[in-house]
């Protein structure tokens, strides 16, 4: 009976010393995770700042435009855009070696904007606006009805902006989602 008494008070002391090393560290971690200060995640001005010509020209957004023109791209073009890649042609992504190699080469701001109202085959040969979401097929894609040529600017300094942000998983494809 002894024995028994004293195994029972051995488990019962086993378990408290158990939930204490448990919830110390959680305790621990607890105060020092809240203990600091939040800070939002800061933008560089050389992050912000994107081509916005073929002449080298430079444009510089605030986080709140980037911010503006992601959630445009992603309810206008995330459907099939999503994470920068291309689901009907994995080819064919959003990243800016791409683009640079697109003709006519689409890695600057101004060429994005004429590319989403007009868009062209990757050889820039043909228009492929009655297959690609664009201002000029907006009758057929609803979505782009209602974008007027800030929205567009927006967009394009998102596409531009993303792979500063996100490098390589920006149109890296599935591996990275």
């Avoid at 800070?39 to 957004?61: E, H, I, K, M, R």
């Amino acid at each position: 009976m002894a024995s028994t008494l004293f195994t029972s008070a051995l488990r019962r002391a086993l378990r408290a010393t158990a939930r204490t090393l448990l919830a110390l560290p959680l305790a621990l971690l607890l105060c020092l995770g809240f203990s600091g200060q939040a800070t939002a995640a800061q933008w560089s001005t050389d992050q912000l700042t994107v081509p916005a010509g073929p002449d080298g020209s430079t444009v510089t957004f605030t986080e709140q435009e980037i911010k503006s023109g992601r959630k445009l791209f992603n309810t206008s073009c995330g459907e099939c855009h999503a994470g920068g890649i291309t689901k009907t042609n994995q080819n064919v992504g959003l990243d800016p070696e791409t683009l640079a190699l697109a003709t006519p080469s689409r890695d600057n701001l101004e060429a994005l904007v004429d590319y989403i109202k007009d868009p062209t085959s990757y050889d820039g040969e043909y228009s492929i606006a009655d297959l690609h979401p664009s201002m000029r097929s907006s009758d057929i894609f609803v979505k782009m009805r209602d974008l007027d040529d800030e929205d567009l600017r927006l967009m394009a300094g998102y596409i531009l902006v993303a792979p500063k942000v996100q490098g390589i998983q920006w149109g890296g494809g599935k591996i990275y989602f």
